[in-house]
């Protein structure tokens, strides 16, 4: 049984940072795809940047320059580095760990932009 919390939301002002984390216990495949994806209310959830084990890294068009995405394998703990964040970053972000055939979710953890 995989499990993913994800931690580190929270309230920040605009043009602040924050660093969430999406720490995942049971059995992990070497290959692997973790991703995170955020959901604001009222619209569909959305695809944020994912990181393959080897580090290779993909970003939404509307976090490229912002945002970067790391892991630590040692300790299956893949990290979301927000800089300048912008009130239309609001949302619950959730981490995915996808290995083969199967896909896991986080519960969740809100990011709010507001002054």
């Known amino acids: 049984q995989v499990q993913l919390v994800e931690s580190g939301g929270g309230l920040v002002q605009p043009g602040g940072s924050l660093r969430l984390s999406c720490a995942a216990s049971?059995?992990?495949?070497?290959?692997?795809?973790v991703a995170w994806y955020r959901q604001a209310p009222g619209k569909e959830r959305e695809l944020v940047a994912t990181?393959?084990?080897?580090?290779?890294?993909n970003f939404a068009d509307s976090v490229k320059g912002r945002f970067a995405i790391s892991r630590d394998n040692a300790k299956n703990t893949v990290y979301l580095q927000m800089n300048s964040l912008k009130p239309e970053d609001t949302a619950v972000y959730y981490c995915?760990?996808?290995?083969?055939?199967?896909?896991?979710w986080g519960q969740g953890t809100q990011v709010t932009v507001s002054s």
């Open positions: 995915n760990l996808a290995m083969g055939s199967w896909s896991y």
């Open positions: 049971g059995t992990i495949f070497s290959i692997n795809v």
């Open positions: 990181i393959t084990n080897g580090g290779s890294t």
